[in-house]
């Protein structure tokens, strides 16, 4: 006990905040719940269960740590009751050699939400070539539940490899729910959607929405820095889109103002802290879940211990969260 007197002593004229410093949303209220007891609260989502509200958003496949990430991450959702996207699934399409890449279903069972990815220029030309049963077929091998499709015109657009949209892609979208029976969650790739996409989409008969929002990784940035030909002239694209809480207002509105189809979004992109997600979550009229990429990512990269470790201190964060603050 004396050491720790002498270690608050030595500390306290660090540990200062100033009321600047002060987090606005938030009421904290100390008096009225005892410390979390670690119980898990299951919950229902994308019509699977979920033991916390985090979401592992799709991250890669075809090369050559791909299959070792997925499986940690595979291995997470499991053992703690998540959900996860995998990357894009294109080159399942293209070859066989990429298959252990994404087959990590054994390591979640069968209780939590798993999904396959294909980027809405490959839907584009499986629509045209008349093979979405393709969409299908994958989803039975693969034991996904449905399929995630990732809107990303402006990385097509500076993709020195990227394929070039000739239909709208909600026109597509709109075909693929006609002709698939598994469920399809739509996403955008790091710089959101805008009131009018989000209303086409809430307005369909989608699983969910993952907003893959402004502020996190920026594939439209990221293409651009892979090519030397870029003129300045399109850098000023990397900078527009719409941070996560703006698409949760709007979405917010949309569901305001009548009756949505679409019922459930994952919220992503650009969250930093797990308060920032957790106040999203909290605000959203419709059930929503916490989807991060990066940062699982950073952790898959090391020693499985590690990432099991960042998963159980969010699930602690969360929970003293719900213990502790209520939303002004």
Not at 43 to 71: D, E, Y
Not at 180 to 204: C, H, T
């Amino acid at each position: 006990m004396e050491d720790r007197k002498k270690e608050h002593l030595h500390l306290a004229f660090e540990a200062t905040v100033s009321r600047a410093q002060a987090d606005p949303r938030f009421m904290y209220e100390p008096l009225l719940s005892a410390h979390p007891n670690g119980e898990v609260k299951p919950f229902s989502f994308l019509g699977k269960k979920m033991n916390h509200p985090f979401w592992i958003s799709s991250m890669t496949g075809g090369t050559q740590r791909a299959a070792a990430i997925n499986v940690k991450l595979a291995k997470a959702t499991g053992e703690f009751g998540l959900g996860m996207g995998l990357g894009s699934c294109r080159g399942l399409f293209e070859s066989d050699d990429y298959w252990e890449d994404f087959n990590v279903r054994s390591w979640i069972g069968d209780d939590y939400p798993f999904y396959a990815n294909l980027g809405i220029a490959q839907l584009e030309q499986l629509l045209k070539n008349k093979e979405s049963e393709k969409i299908d077929y994958l989803n039975k091998q693969l034991k996904t539940d449905g399929t995630i499709i990732h809107i990303n015109p402006l990385q097509e657009a500076f993709q020195p490899e990227g394929d070039v949209l000739k239909r709208p892609p909600i026109e597509c979208i709109q075909e693929l729910l006609e002709q698939v029976e598994s469920p399809i969650i739509v996403k955008e790739v790091g710089q959101g959607m805008g009131l009018e996409s989000l209303r086409a989409l809430l307005n369909m008969n989608i699983a969910a929405i993952e907003f893959g929002a402004l502020g996190g990784t920026n594939f439209t940035k990221l293409e651009q820095m892979r090519r030397l030909d870029i003129s300045s002239i399109f850098e000023s694209f990397t900078t527009v889109g719409h941070t996560a809480e703006e698409m949760t207002r709007m979405v917010n509105q949309i569901v305001e103002e009548g009756n949505t189809q679409c019922k459930q979004i994952i919220i992503s992109g650009g969250i930093k802290s797990l308060l920032d997600g957790y106040y999203l979550t909290k605000i959203s009229k419709l059930p929503a879940v916490l989807g991060m990429g990066s940062a699982f990512l950073n952790y898959a990269l090391k020693d499985y211990q590690e990432l099991q470790t960042f998963v159980k201190n969010m699930i602690n964060a969360w929970q003293l969260a719900e213990a502790y603050l209520k939303i002004k």
